[in-house]
């Protein structure tokens, strides 16, 4: 069996310009999803009975793991394929998402919310790698 030719997507092209959307969306949801909580803050400190400090863990336990993450994505696209690895994500922010609303204390809450940056990076990586790939004339999909 032949391998499948990679797609390539030509600069200035109506298929450039839907990537060049599909990515500034999903990048749009990434920093959504992170800083969906800044203003939740008063209501997690009165709800849980926090200090201002310990109510913006929800906010500060997400980009440490978010820089990590971002390091080894590309490496774990090139291992699993990016387009499987894309899907799996966002269906993982999706359930993770679900998760938050039902955390039954505050300790599940930032557990689930240090997790989460970890499938946003996977697909912001993967997604990031493609368009910086593309940067030159054309853009590649090979998986």
């Not at 990537?19 to 939740?40: D, K, M």
């Not at 400190?45 to 200090?51: G, I, Q, S």
């Not at 505050?106 to 990076?121: M, V």
């Amino acid at each position: 069996m032949e391998a499948a030719q990679p797609v390539v997507i030509r600069r200035g092209t109506p298929a450039f310009v839907r990537a060049n959307i599909a990515f500034f969306l999903s990048a749009f949801a990434i920093f959504a999803s992170l800083y969906s909580v800044q203003p939740l803050l008063p209501i997690f400190a009165a709800e849980f009975e926090l200090d201002a400090g310990t109510s913006s863990l929800t906010l500060s336990a997400t980009t440490g793991p978010l820089a990590l993450a971002l390091l080894l994505a590309s490496w774990v696209a090139d291992r699993v394929g990016r387009k499987l690895l894309m899907v799996c994500a966002i269906v993982a922010t999706a359930i993770l998402g679900l998760l938050l609303p039902i955390a039954p204390n505050w300790h599940s809450l930032i557990a689930i919310r240090t997790c989460s940056p970890t499938i946003w990076a996977l697909r912001s990586g993967d997604a990031g790698r493609l368009y910086l790939g593309g940067l030159g004339m054309e853009w590649r999909h090979d998986r």
